[in-house]
T-cell receptor, first 115, second 110 residues
Framework: EAQVTQNPRYLITVTGKKLTVTCSQNMNHEYMSWYRQDPGLGLRQIYYSMNVEVTDKGDVPEGYKVSRKEKRNFPLILESPSPNQTSLYFC??????????????FGPGTRLTVT | KNQVEQSPQSLIILEGKNCTLQCNYTVSPFSNLRWYKQDTGRGPVSLTIMTFSENTKSNGRYTATLDADTKQSSLHITASQLSDSASYICVVSRNNRLAFGKGNQVVVIP
């Protein structure tokens, strides 16, 4: 089954404790992206990747890191999480960049709480 | 200022009725405009994707329209069902980036 998976689905952590949220897709997609969704603000793009070893900042990249060493995986790293990073995070992928009219598939989401 | 504005923010409709959701955007030029459906607590699911040269696109009971001159799009839901209760998000793509609206929250009641 074609899908985007994220782990963990739920995470409660403390300020400053490094964490990684994994994202994997099995559709051989070139384009992958991370978003956060907050009440009243909608979805906002954190980082995106056009292909292996090619990443770029989105609208809200501060406090986050990403890497794209393999085509299928695009982990999101929070080196020192803070409470303002409490949010619902979505990973997504598409065959090519969002500038092309390819459907973007979203993962199930990761709900992160930083205390 | 948000580049994609949606209205109404929320609405309640009776099962079987039609409704229309509006999206106004300022992103220009753009590559494509998308409508997504998002059920509570789940990832968005694509409904339609239109390039700037397309005027309408349908997906079952969902029909999206686009007027690139006035920078407006609409999503029409025909014969609504209880399963249509969700948030509908308008998204405009430009230069490999996506600008998201805050969504129209639709509640369908029996």
């Amino acid at each position: 089954e074609a899908q985007v998976t994220q782990n963990p689905r739920y995470l409660i952590t403390v300020t400053g404790k490094k964490l990684t949220v994994t994202c994997s897709q099995n559709m051989n997609h070139e384009y992958m992206s991370w978003y956060r969704q907050d009440p009243g603000l909608g979805l906002r793009q954190i980082y995106y990747s056009m292909n292996v070893e090619v990443t770029d900042k989105g609208d809200v990249p501060e406090g986050y890191k990403v890497s794209r060493k393999e085509k299928r995986n695009f982990p999101l790293i929070l080196e020192s999480p803070s409470p303002n990073q409490t949010s619902l995070y979505f990973c997504a992928s598409s065959l090519q960049s969002s500038g092309r009219s390819y459907e973007q598939y979203f993962g199930p989401g990761t709900r992160l709480t930083v205390t | 200022k948000n580049q994609v504005e949606q209205s109404p923010q929320s609405l309640i409709i009776l099962e079987g009725k039609n409704c229309t959701l509006q999206c106004n955007y300022t992103v220009s030029p753009f590559s494509n405009l998308r409508w997504y459906k998002q059920d509570t607590g789940r990832g968005p699911v694509s409904l339609t994707i239109m390039t700037f040269s397309e005027n309408t696109k349908s997906n079952g009971r969902y029909t999206a329209t686009l007027d690139a001159d006035t920078k407006q799009s609409s999503l029409h839901i025909t014969a609504s069902q209880l399963s249509d209760s969700a948030s509908y998000i308008c998204v405009v793509s430009r230069n490999n980036r996506l600008a998201f609206g805050k969504g129209n929250q639709v509640v369908v009641i029996p």
